[in-house]
């Protein structure tokens, strides 16, 4: 048996030795592939700002998966939203190419950090940093300026389809299919088309809307029947325990709101307010008496704000507050809020409770520009503060709140009830 065994401890050394080399070969092979993908990447990612695709040995929907890729990661870093816009030219006369004239003038009207690339022959694609409700404007003056740049196209001949990101999908393929739906619906009448913008929420209030509509065709000249219809609208805006915009309505008015102070050049102050110990009440004193918690805090933020202030209920126990005010009178309004709610008491039958908030203020034009900047600021000053135990008001300061580690995207058109 002694003369077996140093052969077979030889055969195992070199049975260990074969496969080590072919994890080896196997790691080697990953890693290799891996570099070569990325430079590829970096390759299509320069050529494409030129070359057209079949010059790069690449396929047009190979480019645009690569840039939307850029533009999805950029985004979700940053917090920001952004438009990918499939522009379609009709004119027999023009082909839509990385040299070509439509190309030109697309890359002329717009953005430095805007993307043009190609879809196909006849469409070109603009993928642009921009919130929902700026995506039709721009696009209307691209549009514009290519009849302007292109000698014999008209801008009838220009259909524009588009998505936005994160509102429309979080991933490049369903931001694409969502365009090109788009771009189907388009019409002489409405040559840019963006779908609306719907949570589950707000598909069950249009069902409720359109049915009110229908019973108040049929009951035009019946009073009653009218002043449900207007009952009807009313709760389908507003929330039905707090009185104030339900969460799928939020966004709606808020994003139409601050689109106002925009176009008048008013400034304004989005107020995101946490209600702090509500889980606990809750919890030892029930759910009816935390909704009446919920009611009180409400009815202080309708008594102290003025009548164009607008209040919305965000999350489960917490509330936005969109305010035309300089960031001079930010503080103000942040402490009379924080001191009103901190101060009252909250009757529920017959026990009477005290809340305490955190509420975070970011300001219109210095702390973003648009009701989704604005949003993702405040949220920081809440997250910042409820990490250290702040039951306060405070303000988006840079230096301080962008500390805060980066969560999950969030948007305020993606709250539910």
Known sequence: MQLFTPTIAAQLDLISSLVGIVAAIAISFIIITLVASYYRFQTIVEQAETSSPEEMGASPGDVLRVHLARYLASCARSGTSFTIALIRVSNPDFTVRMDSEIIEGL?????????????????????????????????????????????????DEIRVGMASYPSHGLSGKDLTQIALEGLERTSLEEPLFMAEILDDDDEEDDEELEESVDDSAE??????????WKDRRKNSILDELTGVLKPSAVSLYMQRAMSDLRRKKQNAALFCIGLNNMEHIARFHGQDTADDVLVGVSKILQGNLRADDLIGRHEKYAFLVLVECSLEEVEIIGRRITACIQQSEYKSGSKKLK??????????????????????????????????D??????????????????PIRSIKSVHD
């Open 219 to 228: 009951e035009q000249d019946d009073e009653e029947g009218s002043r449900g």
């Open 390 to 407: 702040i039951r306060a008001y405070a303000v988006y300061d840079p230096k301080i709140h962008d500390k805060v580690p980066t969560k």
């Open 107 to 155: 890359n002329h009207a717009a953005r430095r950090d805007d993307i043009t690339c190609i879809l196909n022959e006849k469409t070109a694609v603009l993928l642009a940093e921009s919130e929902p409700e700026d995506g039709v404007t721009i696009l209307s003056r691209i549009v514009q300026s290519l009849e302007n740049s292109c000698a014999g196209l008209s801008k």
């Open 355 to 388: 809340t305490t908030t955190t509420l975070g203020v970011a300001t219109y034009p210095e702390h973003g520009r648009n009701l989704h900047h604005l949003y993702l600021a405040g949220q920081k000053v809440l997250d910042h503060s409820r990490a250290n």
